[in-house]
C-alpha cells in the first residue's frame, strides 16, 4: 500500500502516519511506520526503543482492525495510558449585585464620571452625591467584585400629567463591562424603584453623539419621542 494512501487511511482513523526520514536502505529504521494520535499526538502504535518499527502492511492490518499475532516488529508492550485528568472546573463568576452607592463607592464612581468626559474629583462626588439624595434622587451601582457601573435617577412632579416623571439622568458602564448586561441590569432596577414611587413614565437624557448608548436604549424599549434643548446658565 502506498504511502499517500497509508496517509488517508490513518487520517480517517484519528491518526497521523510517521514515516522513518532514514534515506539509506538498511539503515536504522529505514522503511519503518508508526501511528501517533492526531488530537493528542501520542504514540499509538509502531514505535520501538530504536525507533519506528512498523512495516507498510503491519500499519494498514492494525488501522483496519486486523488480528496483530503475526507482527514481528521490536515494539515492547506499549504503557497502558494513565486516565485523562479531569480539567478542574472553572470558578463561578461573581455574582453581580445593584445597590445603592455607598460613600467606598466614591473613588470609582468619579472614575466613571471621568469616562465621560467629565471633572469629577472624589470630594465634588460626595458633595452631589449627598445633593442627589437630599433631592429625593437615586444613585445606583452594579457591583460584581468591584463597581463596574453606575446610573443616577430623579424624579419630577409636573402639572401636565397626572403622574410624576422618573428620569435617569446618568448611565455609565466600565469598558471592560460592556455588552454583559450590565447597562440593563442597571436600567431595569432604575424603572423597578421609580415605578414603586409612582412614575408613570421615565424619560432617559443622553448627548446626541452617543449613537451607541441610543441604540442600547431603544433595545430595552426606549423610545425617541421628543427634543431635548439646553442652555448654559451664567453665574453672577
Not at 152 to 168: E, Q
Request: glycine share 12%; hydrophobic share 40%; proline share 4%.
Amino acid at each position: 500500500m502506498k504511502d499517500a494512501a497509508l496517509r488517508e487511511l490513518a487520517s480517517n482513523r484519528g491518526c497521523k502516519l510517521v514515516k522513518s526520514r532514514r534515506r539509506t536502505p538498511g539503515a536504522g529504521d529505514y522503511g519503518r511506520f508508526g501511528l501517533e494520535d492526531t488530537k493528542t499526538g501520542k504514540k499509538v502504535f509502531g514505535f520501538g526503543d530504536s525507533g519506528l518499527t512498523a512495516t507498510p502492511d503491519e500499519i494498514e492490518d492494525y488501522l483496519r482492525g486486523r488480528a496483530l499475532g503475526s507482527w514481528k516488529g521490536s515494539v515492547g508492550k506499549r504503557k497502558r495510558a494513565a486516565p485523562a485528568k479531569a480539567a478542574p472546573k472553572p470558578l463561578p463568576a461573581p455574582k453581580l449585585v445593584i445597590r445603592e452607592a455607598r460613600p467606598a463607592d466614591i473613588g470609582a464612581m468619579a472614575t466613571l464620571i471621568a469616562a465621560l468626559g467629565y471633572e469629577a474629583t472624589g470630594a465634588d462626588v460626595r458633595r452631589r452625591l449627598a445633593a442627589v439624595r437630599k433631592a429625593g434622587g437615586q444613585v445606583l451601582v452594579a457591583d460584581q467584585s468591584g463597581v463596574l457601573g453606575v446610573l443616577t435617577t430623579s424624579m419630577t412632579i409636573v402639572l401636565h400629567r397626572s403622574h410624576p416623571v422618573g428620569r435617569i439622568s446618568m448611565l455609565v458602564v466600565d469598558e471592560k463591562g460592556r455588552g454583559k448586561g450590565i447597562g440593563a441590569a442597571l436600567v431595569a432596577e432604575a424603572e423597578r424603584r421609580l415605578a414603586a414611587k409612582g412614575c408613570g413614565l421615565i424619560e432617559v437624557t443622553s448627548n446626541r453623539r452617543r449613537r451607541g448608548a441610543h441604540a442600547f436604549y431603544e433595545r430595552l424599549g426606549y423610545e425617541r419621542t421628543s427634543y431635548r434643548f439646553a442652555r448654559p446658565l451664567s453665574r453672577r
